[in-house]
């Protein structure tokens, strides 16, 4: 059964900084990786689906890695703003119309 | 083009009543997924549908149901509410066909006293 796993929980930055937020899979088998933004009270918002044979995407200011080897992801913000003050949630997904299995999150608050 | 809907936004029921939840999906999208989001468990996947059929189903007891139209939307009914399905719920939409994006509605939030 597919656990993911993320660390830290919470995450307070100044703003301007570079930052890292990782995202672990027990299941290497999956299909692909997404990471989402969700603000308070609010639905999801899809910033970067990386597919099973690619290694990393990026948009904007965002990076997203894949090691499907070693069970892991990463999610880079550069020049972090307060803008970004949101929860970060990845989810993976074995196949096409299964379940997207997430991981609870990391909180991130930039200060400005 | 306009994005995921869901209705109502916002939900009181009590104890052993049944509730309704609706969501049109982006045009075009023939794939629904269902979740429910509690601060305990996070994000858990209740049932997916593609073109009128279930094609994936949660861990959720029976009182969990769903449907999906001809025209995509889909609606999930909670019969005899229990104080434990106060949570957001939320819907997402894709094609359903491929590794791709799935796009994620505002959610309705269900309070259960």
């Known amino acids: 059964k597919q656990e993911v796993t993320q660390i830290p929980a919470a995450l307070s930055v100044p703003e301007g900084e570079n930052l890292v937020l990782n995202c672990s899979f027990t299941d290497s088998a999956i299909y692909n990786l997404q990471w989402f933004r969700q603000d308070p009270g609010k639905g999801l918002t899809s910033l970067l689906l990386?597919?099973?044979?690619?290694r990393e995407q990026t948009s904007g200011r965002l990076n997203a890695s894949l090691d499907k080897s070693s069970g892991r992801s990463t999610l880079y913000i550069a020049a972090s703003q307060p803008g970004d003050s949101a929860t970060y949630l990845c989810?993976?997904?074995?196949?096409?119309?299964?379940?997207?299995?997430f991981g609870k999150g990391t909180t991130l608050s930039v200060s400005s | 083009k306009a994005g995921v809907t869901q209705t109502p936004r916002y939900l009181i029921k009590t104890r052993g009543q049944q509730v309704t939840l609706s969501c049109s999906p982006i045009?075009?999208?023939?794939?629904v997924s269902w979740y429910q989001q509690t601060p305990g468990q996070g994000l858990q996947f209740l049932f997916e549908?593609?073109?009128?059929?279930?094609?994936n189903k949660g861990n959720f007891p029976g009182r969990f149901s769903g449907r999906q139209f001809s025209n995509s939307r889909s609606e999930m009914n909670v019969s005899t509410l229990e104080l434990g399905d106060s949570a957001l719920y939320l819907c997402?939409?894709?094609?359903?066909?491929?590794?791709?994006?799935?796009?994620f509605g505002p959610g309705t939030r269900l309070l259960v006293l």
């Open positions: 997402a939409s894709s094609l359903g066909q491929g590794p791709e994006t799935q796009y």
């Open positions: 990386i597919q099973s044979s690619q």
């Open positions: 045009s075009g999208h023939r794939s």
């Open positions: 549908y593609f073109s009128e059929t279930q094609r």
């Open positions: 989810a993976t997904e074995r196949q096409a119309g299964t379940a997207l299995i």
